[in-house]
C-alpha cells in the first residue's frame, strides 16, 4: 500500500512537457495515453486510427516546441520531455520519420544550408534535380550505416516552429537595426545561440531579416538588406558604448587616485600625494578627449536618426501630394471648374430671386378697396370728435352700433325761436 502511495506521488510531481493549461485532456487517461504511447499498427489495418495517432503527436510536437523556444531538437531529447509515469512514446521514431518526409521537419545541416534568398521549393528542385546522386548517396548512407543512437542525436528542425517564433521575434525586438546575434538573445531571452539563428535564418528566407557575418554574426529585423549606413550607425554605436565604458574606468581610477593621495598627505607623505595628484591630472586630461570623442560620436548619431526622420517625412509628403494629386484629377477638381461653377450658381440665385419676386406681386388694384377698408376702421372717438364740431349735444348721440346706416335717417332736433 504504501508503495502505491509512494508511485501515486512520484507521478504527480513528474514534469510535464507542457504547462497545464496547454497539455490535451487525454493526457491524464491511462488508456488512451498507453495506446499513444505504443508503436504504430500497419497504416493499412486502420488508417483513420493511424492518422489520428499521428495527428495528436505533431499538434502536440509543435507546441511544444514553440512554448519551449526550441525550434530544434534531437529524438533523445524528445523522449525525455514526454517521458509520463516512468514510460517513453516508442512511436517517436515513427512520428519523426513521417514528419520528416513530409517536410514538416528538416536536418539541421540541410537548413542552415539553404542559403537565406532561397525558397524551400527552390532548394528542394535544386536537391533532388540537379543532385541527385547525392541525395541518393546520403539517403543510402543513413539507411545503411546510420545506428539506432545516431538517429537519436541528430538535430531537427521544426518549421512550422520556426516560423511562429520568427512572428514572435519580430513583434518583440526592435526593426532595422542592426545587431549582434548575442545581444539579439538577450533582449528576446534566448540562451542558445543555434536556437535562436535558426529562427532568424528562417525569417531571412521570408525575406524579412538580414544576417552579415564577420568577426561577429549581425542580425538585421524586419529588412532583407544591410547597407553600409547601417554599418556605419552600428560601429558608431559600438564606439558609443566603448567609450562610455572607457570613461567609467578612468572615472573611477580618478577617485582611487584621490583617496590614495588624501591618505599620503595624512600620513605625511607629500611626494606620494603629488604622484597620485599627477596621475589624476592626466586621467582627467583623458577623460575630458575622450568625452569630447563621445560627444561628437553622439552628435553624429544624433545627426543620422534625424536625417532618417526627415527622410520619412518628406517621403509621407510626396505620398500625400500624390494623393492629393490623383484625388482632384478623378473629381475633376480644377480653378477654372470652380471658378464657372460659382458665376453660373451666382446666376441661378438671381433668376430664383426674380422669380420669387414676381409670384409676390398682387393680380388687380386694391387701392380702392384699401381706403374703404380704413374708412370702416375708423375708431369712435374720431366720430364723435366731428360731431362736436358741428355743435351736436353728446347725450343726444346714439350709441355707435345703434345709428343707422343711411345718413337720411338721422333725426336732427328742431330749433324753437326764439322769443
Avoid at 524528445?78 to 513530409?102: S, Y
Avoid at 552600428?234 to 580618478?254: A, G
Wanted: aromatic share 6%.
Amino acid at each position: 500500500m504504501e508503495i502505491k502511495v509512494k508511485n501515486e506521488v512520484t507521478a504527480d510531481n513528474e514534469a510535464s512537457p507542457l504547462p497545464k493549461s496547454k497539455m490535451p485532456d487525454c493526457w491524464n487517461d491511462d488508456m488512451r495515453m498507453d495506446y499513444l504511447f505504443s508503436h504504430f499498427r500497419p497504416h493499412t489495418v486502420n488508417p483513420l486510427d493511424w492518422e489520428s495517432k499521428m495527428k495528436f503527436w505533431t499538434a502536440i510536437l509543435e507546441v511544444w516546441c514553440v512554448d519551449n523556444n526550441k525550434p530544434i531538437f534531437t529524438l533523445s531529447s524528445l523522449k525525455k520531455a514526454f517521458q509520463r509515469k516512468g514510460r517513453t512514446p516508442v512511436c517517436l521514431p515513427t512520428v519523426i520519420e513521417t514528419m520528416h518526409r513530409n517536410r514538416l521537419l528538416v536536418f539541421h545541416g540541410e537548413f542552415v544550408s539553404v542559403p537565406p534568398q532561397q525558397t524551400w521549393h527552390a532548394w528542394t528542385i535544386d536537391l533532388l534535380i540537379k543532385k541527385p546522386v547525392t541525395w541518393i548517396f546520403n539517403k543510402l548512407k543513413n539507411s545503411v550505416l546510420g545506428t539506432k543512437e545516431a538517429a537519436e542525436d541528430v538535430p531537427y528542425v521544426h518549421i512550422a516552429a520556426c516560423k511562429d517564433l520568427g512572428r514572435k521575434l519580430l513583434a518583440s525586438v526592435i526593426h532595422n537595426r542592426l545587431l549582434e546575434l548575442s545581444e539579439l538573445a538577450s533582449l528576446c531571452g534566448q540562451e542558445d545561440l543555434m536556437q535562436l539563428y535558426v529562427v532568424v535564418h528562417e525569417l531571412c528566407r521570408q525575406g524579412k531579416a538580414a544576417i552579415k557575418e564577420g568577426n561577429s554574426l549581425l542580425v538585421k529585423l524586419g529588412d532583407p538588406h544591410i547597407s553600409e549606413l547601417d554599418i556605419g550607425v552600428y560601429t558608431l554605436e559600438c564606439d558609443e558604448r566603448t567609450l562610455t565604458r572607457h570613461i567609467e574606468e578612468l572615472e573611477t581610477e580618478k577617485r582611487v587616485a584621490v583617496q590614495e593621495a588624501k591618505m599620503y598627505v595624512a600620513k605625511n607623505m607629500r611626494q606620494a600625494a603629488r604622484s597620485c595628484l599627477r596621475k589624476k591630472h592626466v586621467l582627467d586630461s583623458c577623460i575630458e578627449k575622450r568625452t569630447s570623442a563621445l560627444n561628437n560620436i553622439r552628435l553624429l548619431l544624433t545627426h543620422i536618426h534625424e536625417a532618417k526622420s526627415d527622410a520619412k517625412v518628406l517621403e509621407a509628403y510626396k505620398l500625400g501630394v500624390a494623393a492629393l494629386k490623383s484625388t482632384l484629377k478623378g473629381s475633376g477638381l480644377t480653378e477654372d471648374s470652380v471658378a464657372d461653377t460659382m458665376v453660373q450658381l451666382e446666376e441661378v440665385l438671381d433668376v430664383h430671386h426674380e422669380i420669387q419676386t414676381a409670384l409676390a406681386q398682387p393680380m388687380e388694384a386694391e387701392d380702392d378697396l384699401e381706403d374703404e377698408l380704413a374708412e370702416l376702421l375708423t375708431p369712435q372717438n374720431t366720430l364723435e370728435k366731428q360731431l362736436k364740431e358741428l355743435n351736436v349735444p353728446t347725450d343726444l348721440l346714439e350709441p355707435l352700433d345703434t345709428v343707422p346706416a343711411s345718413p337720411s335717417c338721422l333725426k336732427m332736433p328742431t330749433m324753437e325761436p326764439a322769443l
